[in-house]
């Protein structure tokens, strides 16, 4: 009998000193430094007599921008030999003042901004940018919300309208162009207001502080299925070109041409390339022409004679 | 037995459910820690990827000219502390790996991981860690790094307070404890009770297997069940009454031959009762004769039939004990004197002893106590010895018998029968008791007088033994109990 309780006793002895080994370990939960993502590729250098700096409108929020562009920056970097850093402005003025002043030596303009700029500012488009289809063109869309009862562009008589910068395609073309054709001035809307982003004027309507806005087809697109409704497409603009100091070293240009222009987005490797490029740019690119633009160029210089009302 | 049985059992399941539960238990413990700290690990990396966000935002836009330079990151870092207090500590470095903001100055950064190693500042990857601080307990330290594909700002770290997940833990450990211990209580209780009305009526059937006696067999008290146990009192039933049938055709059997073997004996008497007939016989005849020559003398004719009643008497005398060695009975216990019933076997020996010059000395205790026995089997023993005795004197020419009783005072009769006859061989002495073993010419014994003998002294509760040199003589030893068979 004794030997019994003597051997129980042993028994739970043992287990309890297993339940004390086992509650230490369990509650020393130390871990050694894991990684969760490896890390990224070796740092560009900022600066230095390499370097080309490229300016991008501000179209999107900084951190946009950085997200879309700097991959492009990267793969120049890296099939040039060249290092490209992003240069970011405050404004679209901005960016034109940098190119002015050297600070940056190529830069994505947006198509209105490009032609205003071609003008008195010493620069040339080298590419523009092809679209989902292949098509170096873009589109301006009117948007509303899914609930709108907002169905064409007529209907915008008394509504509030929000647009992206005034320099711009999409912040020019309904007021200066669309309006007029639907027979609308923009005294007959109740107000227009400018926001510096394109997806900020998404926000805006979504929100309902807007009734309508004025955005690119590559930002409505994210938005479709989302609460956004487009009631109205542009006709087909040349794509926002990327242009480059007239000074540039060629050298450094043609790098930049043919890097860009080895982009084929049918081919799966680009498909993965240009992932997590900016939508716009992602499409690959054909060469660009001062004349292509000059279209676009005549009928906005018209309407610039003819003061908006 | 029983308790032995179910003790048994119980600690080996018992053992067997505190291992399986021990098991499952830590196995599920491991399993929540490891999904609590990695619930842990995600948020701290949700809540940091968010600050980081907003930090980058920040830091982009101080780069974009959007923001003042002076003092935004500071008042971010400060609000966000404000606001989240599971978070302890924060630094956020530059793209060399210096310290550009942090949250305290005082000793309670990265570098205060004790032992443990922190995650190294500019090593340009989110990474996690968990290690015990000298000034903030456990903590989750997470690094993120505030960059754009290649663009680097800088790496954002930040320490999470893991004291809450771990007393989290803790409870958790003694929640799953305490029922793990509930769990093995409750089931070896259970499988206790339930064991124990198993194998009550096992129980049942050991005790009345315990009680079984083979003399008095009566029918077992317990029902049988449809179960393995009630099959089991059934067989107990039926083996109890096969075993009374065998054990009455066995002393059946067993008495017919202890009467064959007392019949072989009275053969073995034969020369020697007709030699003690045929002297009275002889007697009779010559008074016949001496009452034919004179039949009117009356005196002597008187005479003659009162020596011829004597001769009839004495033959009447000699025929009553054989048929009185020859009966059978059944076995009788009665309190009897050892030292008469060896006289009167040796009173069927006189002729046959006489004959070989064989010498009887008797050294009988004379208060001899009474021996609780069955008077005809113990006779017959005696008669067998004696016969053997007898025997093993034929070739000898004479000889001498020692008898000699005597108790012990310890509740037991001894009987010694020494001879000195021709004694037995020692590779025979192992197989006297076997039946039909036998040293004898055939047809001058069955071989089953001292196996018989030997079954009588069992029988009885005693024991026979026996000390033979050969030549020298053979000597055995009966030890019984004064009250008999128990």
Redesign the interface.
Known sequence: MKS?IA??LL?LIF?LA??LL??RN??D????????????????AAGGRDTVHVGVI?RF???LI??GY??I??YLSRETGIIFA?K???SYE?TIAQLDQGQIQSAFLGTYLYLKARRDHPIRCILKPLNSQLQPYFHSMVITRDDSPIRSISDLAGKRLALPSALSFSGNWLLGYELQRHGLKVSDLDSVRYFGFHHTVVYQVLLGRFDAGVVKDRVAAEFTGKGIRVIAVSREIPGSPIIVRRDLDPLITEAMVKALLRIDARRPDHRALVR?WDPEFAWGFVPAEESDYDQVDAIFAALEKEPRR | MMRSLKARIVLFLGILMIVLTMMISIILLYQWRSLILENQRQNALAVARTFAASILDGLIYQESGLLPNEGYLENQIHNFLGKNSQVRWLVMYDRDGHVAVRSSFESSDPGDAGEAEALPPAAGRTGTCIYRSRSFGWILETALPLQIHSKSWGELHMGFDLEPARARLQRLFFLIFGLAVLFVVSITAFIWFFINRVTQSLGRLVTEMKQFDLDNITPTQMKAGEDEIGVLVSNFEKMKQRLQQSRQQLLNAQRQIYHAEKLASIGRLASGVAHEINNPLHGMKSCLYAIAQEPRNLPEVKRYLGLADEALDHIAMIVQKLLGFSRQHAKQTVAMELNGEIEKVLSLLTYRLSKNQIIIEKKFQSDLPLLHADPNLIQEVIMNLLLNSADSMEEEEGGTIHITTASDGEGHIHLEIADTGCGIDSRDLDKIFDPFFTTKDEGKGTGLGLSVSLGIIESHGGTITCQSRPYRGTTFHITLPIQGAK
């Open positions: 019994r051997l129980i028994i287990f297993l339940t086992v509650y369990f509650m939960i130390t871990t050694a430094p894991d990684t969760v993502f490896p890390p990224a590729a070796p740092l560009a501000s929020s900084p951190n950085y997200e700097q991959p920056m990267d992003l970011l402005s405050s901005e997590d």
